[in-house]
């Protein structure tokens, strides 16, 4: 059974930093692409950010310079940590694993962010 279990969310004052974490289980996870995503309300949900099997990342505009995902494929674990945060950052953030070889994508159940100004 795959499992991806989001965490790390939660309200934060404009300019802080939030760490989220995202923990695989049931999936072969160093062949994965990790990704996070986010969903505000009324908003269709967008890729912050991504990274491959090989350690290549990849940032949407909006969060470069201030979100730096990473991975740790022992713990078979993702990371998002979230600098400088803005009242725009705030969202639903999901943990997302894709496999290109099957073209088949896993999601986690989300974690809310909120940034206060």
């Known amino acids: 059974q795959v499992q991806l279990v989001e965490s790390g969310g939660g309200l934060v004052q404009a300019g802080g930093s939030l760490r989220l974490s995202c923990a695989a289980s049931?999936?072969?996870?160093?062949?994965?692409?990790m990704g996070w995503y986010r969903q505000a309300p009324g908003k269709q949900r967008e890729l912050v950010a991504r990274?491959?099997?090989?350690?290549?990342?990849n940032y949407a505009d909006s969060v470069k310079g201030r979100f730096t995902i990473s991975r740790d494929n022992a713990g078979k674990r993702a990371y998002l940590q979230m600098n400088s945060l803005k009242p725009e950052d705030t969202a639903d953030y999901y943990c997302?694993?894709?496999?290109?070889?099957?073209?088949?994508?896993?999601w986690g159940q989300g974690t809310q962010v909120t940034v206060s100004s």
């Open positions: 997302n694993a894709y496999f290109e070889v099957m073209n088949r994508n896993y």
């Open positions: 049931g999936i072969i996870f160093s062949l994965s692409t």
């Open positions: 990274i491959t099997s090989g350690g290549s990342t």
